[in-house]
């Protein structure tokens, strides 16, 4: 893809320090754009900045928790004034990891909550003004979590879900102005991610079958973040309210 693909773009990326971010945002300078990345992981964002210079890209770290609506605020504000303008969000953040019912504290379920969906939408808000101004669009991750059902996995099935109804609902509000609101919904990703996951004890192993994919393996953060970039670019330009699964058969 040539590397002017997003010339004169600029882009947020939450998320950026790791895994399917970092992909994302060291793709999205490669093509072109100026990217604000954000994550609250400091050192890994550091890793990603390097990436992005080493290859002549040009981007802005910013250090924020996904919990604080006001560093949600804070990162919009502080990426246009570095910039000037934002042409694509990308909703990369996000946290996962199993439980019984049962295991399910208000703690649990509100931190979930707070990073997976709460800050797509505060983020979602703040950017707005500035995406009707650019025609951007906005690209959040959802998961093959957010259009079914998954044992032990509540906390994040339900945030998922939600983050998928919160993009259709955006991308109807704003179609007829031409921004569009696009989810992804990989099922595998082969990413530090999985590392986290707590399995709670005496599970039915059956059910959890149900989290693999058909085909071997599982997805690279580089091919999640190509279609990433698909969605974002002028060959997608009638392409909004997608949920676009990227699960190897997952879900069929
Ligand atoms: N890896 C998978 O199998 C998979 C599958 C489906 C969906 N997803 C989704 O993809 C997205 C990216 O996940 P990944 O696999 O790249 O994981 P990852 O752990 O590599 O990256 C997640 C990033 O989010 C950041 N983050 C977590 N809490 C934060 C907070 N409070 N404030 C700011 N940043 C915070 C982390 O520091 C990390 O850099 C997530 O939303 C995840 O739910 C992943």
């Known amino acids: 893809m040539s590397s002017d693909r997003f010339a004169g773009k600029v882009a947020l990326v939450t998320g950026a320090a790791s895994g399917i971010g970092q ?5 999205l300078a490669a093509q072109g754009a100026r990217v604000v990345i954000a994550d609250i992981n400091e050192s890994g964002l550091s890793d990603t ?7 002549s890209g040009d981007c802005a770290p910013i250090v924020f928790n996904a919990m604080e609506e006001a560093d949600c605020v804070r990162i919009v504000e502080q990426g246009v004034e570095r910039y000037g303008q934002l ?6 953040a996000g946290i996962v990891s199993m ?4 295991e399910i504290t208000a ?3 509100d931190r979930f909550m707070r990073i997976n969906l709460n800050a797509p939408m505060f983020l979602c808000r703040e950017a707005m003004p500035h995406l009707l101004e650019t025609q951007g669009c906005i690209v959040n991750i959802s998961s093959t979590a957010g259009v079914g059902g ?4 509540t906390p994040y099935v339900a945030s998922k879900h939600a983050l998928l109804g919160l993009t259709k609902s955006l991308a109807l509000e704003f179609a007829k102005r031409n921004v569009r609101v696009n989810a992804i919904c990989p099922g595998a990703v082969a990413t530090p991610l999985n590392d986290t996951i707590r399995w709670p004890e005496n599970i039915d192993k059956a059910l959890v079958q149900r989290l693999f994919p058909e085909m071997e393996g599982a997805a690279t953060a580089e091919q999640i973040a190509a279609i990433f970039a ?7 330009k009638f392409v909004t309210g997608a949920g676009w699964l990227v699960d190897g058969g997952q879900t069929i």
Request: charged share 20%; aromatic share 12%.
């Open 230 to 236: 698909f969605l974002c670019s002028d060959d997608a």
């Open 107 to 109: 703690n649990i379920w």
């Open 87 to 92: 042409d694509i969000l990308g909703n990369i």
């Open 23 to 27: 992909e994302t945002a060291v793709l």
């Open 150 to 153: 998954q044992a032990y996995n």
């Open 49 to 55: 900045q390097r990436r992005i210079e080493e290859a």
């Open 99 to 102: 439980y019984h019912l049962a």
